[in-house]
């Protein structure tokens, strides 16, 4: 497996959004991004409708997790940080006045869960399981598909990051959330959040090219 930098946006998110050893899910505007759909099941929610309320969270449930694998670089964490940021969602919803997208809102309820994670980490240092092992191990034990060794690559890279920059890149290609809702999430300036996302990337795609594997994937600038 061989990229070249710069790795196209559209390349990077699609395997960051997709479930490890997962096909990444194609999801309508209205359910991934928080339109009228959305809209129309937070009003039904609210109302107590609690088929709405389940179809909400079953809606946006895989790129909650998406991000929660992505920021804390370990499974279990990041199903425990899924199913806390749902809960704080629901707890929130009354909260959610519609100036942006349900996703958005969502998304960000879910970074602000993972760095609360992060900060408990710290103070329990562990080595995850899932970081001890080399993607070339791994393959090497079992016959993966080419998608599910990139997806693999791809997270392994992302978890190398500097935790910055993992951040930045996340809330960017995973979550969709535009620049200055990431200033606002992480507390910081604009500039800040753009150098960021550039260095991130240019790491992220570093590091691809570093990895080896049994197929070589190359892509070029858009």
């Not at 997709?18 to 009228?36: C, E």
Request: hydrophobic share 40%; glycine share 6%.
């Amino acid at each position: 497996m061989q990229f070249v930098e710069p790795v196209p946006r559209r390349v990077l998110r699609d395997l960051l959004r997709a479930r490890p050893g997962l096909t990444p899910t194609v999801v309508s505007d209205a359910g991934a991004d928080g339109g009228a759909g959305d809209l129309a099941l937070v009003t039904a929610a609210r109302a107590g409708d609690r088929q709405a309320l389940d179809q909400l969270l079953r809606r946006h449930y895989d790129r909650v997790y998406a991000v929660c694998r992505r920021i804390l670089h370990h499974d279990a964490d990041a199903a425990d940080a899924t199913q806390d940021a749902l809960i704080a969602a629901v707890r929130g919803l009354a909260s959610f006045d519609g100036n942006a997208q349900f996703g958005t809102w969502l998304y960000r309820v879910a970074t602000n869960t993972c760095l609360d994670h992060l900060r408990r980490r710290k103070r329990r240092p562990t080595t995850p399981l899932d970081e001890t092992f080399s993607v070339s191990e791994l393959i090497a034990t079992r016959p993966f598909d080419s998608t599910v060794v990139d997806q693999m690559a791809v997270q392994a890279a992302l978890g190398r990051l500097p935790e910055d920059f993992r951040i930045a890149v996340v809330l960017r290609d995973v979550a969709d959330l535009d620049y200055d809702a990431i200033a606002e999430t992480l507390n910081v300036p604009i500039g800040t959040v753009r150098s960021r996302i550039a260095r991130g990337r240019a790491l992220l795609a570093k590091e691809l090219g570093n990895q080896t594997g049994p197929h070589n994937y190359q892509t070029n600038q858009p």
